[in-house]
């Protein structure tokens, strides 16, 4: 059966470096989005990224943050400069349509030092 | 506010004994309510849906729109059901999904 996978499974960053995190989303899925959760709290929504563009986007996901389909199979998750506060499960998911089931990646843990 | 909330961190039961993790949520209209679970190591999986109104490992979950619960219910819990449940929420129009902050559920021998 069909997986979404992420890469790096366990990323460890100095506080002010670029890091990206890459997913290869199911093959006919349409609908991309980046989840994050923090140690202890709760799964959040980052984006949603539909036709090569952002659909959706919550407060969390500001000018330091950004999303790319570079080569038609990879979904990337940049962040410009991390901080401390970035540490967290970063979680890829899609789906073949907006009210489609979501599948999630097994995750990349970001840890910020 | 698009809220979910489950009140329980942690819900410890025996084997065999009846099983019920609890999910309010908070939507000015009609919501898509589902469970995920995180078993030990393993990505997050839809578990439930309620709009298709099944029964997956012999959980079941009814939408209550009057409470505005969405709980999870199993008659005989089992060892293998130990795990993280999520409950979820999406909007009507579609897309992102609003999560609750998980029970973890320990079903002991």
Redesign the interface.
């Known amino acids: 059966e069909p997986?979404?996978t992420q890469t790096p499974s366990h990323q460890v960053t100095q506080m002010g470096q670029e890091v990206i995190l890459r997913c290869v989303p199911i093959s006919n899925h349409l609908?991309f989005?980046w989840?994050r959760q923090i140690l202890g709290?709760?799964?959040?929504?980052l984006v949603?990224f539909y036709n090569n563009e952002i659909?959706?986007k919550?407060e969390i996901f500001d000018d330091q943050f950004s999303v790319e389909r570079p080569d038609g199979s990879n979904f990337t998750l940049k962040i410009r400069s991390t901080k401390l506060e970035d540490s967290a499960m970063y979680?890829c998911a899609s789906s073949e349509?907006?009210?489609n089931?979501?599948y999630?990646?097994?995750?990349t843990r970001l840890t910020v030092t | 506010a698009q809220r979910v909330t489950q009140p329980e961190k942690l819900l410890s039961v025996f084997k065999g004994a009846p099983v019920e993790l609890k999910c309010n949520y908070s939507y000015s209209g009609s919501p898509?309510l589902f469970w995920y679970v995180q078993y030990s190591r393993?990505?997050?999986?839809?578990l439930l849906?309620h709009i298709s109104r099944e029964s997956i490992k012999g959980f079941t979950a009814d939408l209550n729109k009057g409470e505005t619960s969405f709980h999870l219910k199993k008659p005989f819990a089992q060892e293998e059901d130990s795990a993280m449940y999520?409950c979820?929420l999406?909007g009507n129009?579609?897309?992102?999904?609003?999560?609750?902050?998980?029970t973890e559920l320990s079903v002991k021998p």
């Open positions: 997986e979404v609908y989005y989840y709290q709760k799964v959040e929504f949603s659909s959706e919550s979680f349509a907006v009210f089931e979501q999630f990646g097994p995750g | 898509e393993q990505r997050l999986q839809l849906r999520y979820a999406r129009q579609g897309g992102k999904l609003i999560f609750g902050q998980g």
